[in-house]
């Protein structure tokens, strides 16, 4: 079978757990078609994430890697169209980056090799609100989807790749002091991420019928 990494990362900014990674956990294993879900979790560290995924994009029989990651200011489902060549902030492991080119060398951006549009369609169509972002902003989830189509490309890999955010869930919302904060409950999140596994599966379908 094929396989579809799926990563989430742990939880960070004081949080005790991050939806990306409880939603990649729950689908672990899961299977569609001649696909299966293989999930990972990421640190939230400048310097461990890179030889992870060199790592991760070596070992399966990879076709997909959908990357996840938390944004609590987001009120839908996100799936990011570029990630640009710049990283800033503090990590859990106390490295910083200043705004800095993420490879030297590399273009200014990459757009996702995903089918964003169609992908965000197939989530919106069970029910869970998602849109195309234009903006991944220069974290760590910026950081990774860079990352992964740098890797991809660099290697010839005949891998698509991709990342969606994900609002807070209700629970952590209640200890924040802005009101009506957006949150998604996991189950929604899981199903939303479904879809989109879904729909990459009947991609895959088309490429290598039987």
Request: hydrophobic share 40%; charged share 20%.
């Amino acid at each position: 079978m094929s396989v579809l990494l799926l990563t989430g990362f742990e939880p960070f900014g004081g949080e005790k757990v991050n939806p990306s990674f409880e939603a990649a956990r729950r689908l672990d294993g899961y299977k569609k078609g001649d696909l299966v879900v293989r999930a990972l979790e990421l640190p939230v560290s400048w310097e461990q994430v890179p030889p992870m995924l060199e790592q991760a994009l070596g070992e399966h029989s990879l076709s997909f890697v959908l990357s996840v990651g938390q944004a609590g200011n987001r009120a839908k489902m996100a799936v990011e169209r570029i990630g640009i060549n710049i990283c800033f902030g503090k990590d859990n492991y106390d490295v910083s980056r200043n705004g800095e080119r993420i490879v030297a060398e590399a273009p200014d951006g990459y757009f996702s090799s995903f089918p964003i549009c169609d992908l965000a369609e197939a989530i919106n169509k069970t029910g869970v609100p998602a849109y195309v972002s234009d903006s991944a902003g220069t974290y760590l989830c910026n950081y990774t989807l860079f990352l992964l189509e740098h890797l991809i490309r660099q290697r010839r890999l005949p891998i698509t790749a991709g990342f969606i955010h994900i609002p807070y869930l209700p629970e952590q919302t209640t200890d924040k002091p802005q009101q009506l904060l957006p949150s998604m409950s996991l189950d929604t999140v899981v199903t939303g991420l479904r879809a989109a596994i879904d729909h990459l599966s009947d991609i895959l379908q088309r490429r290598c019928p039987n």
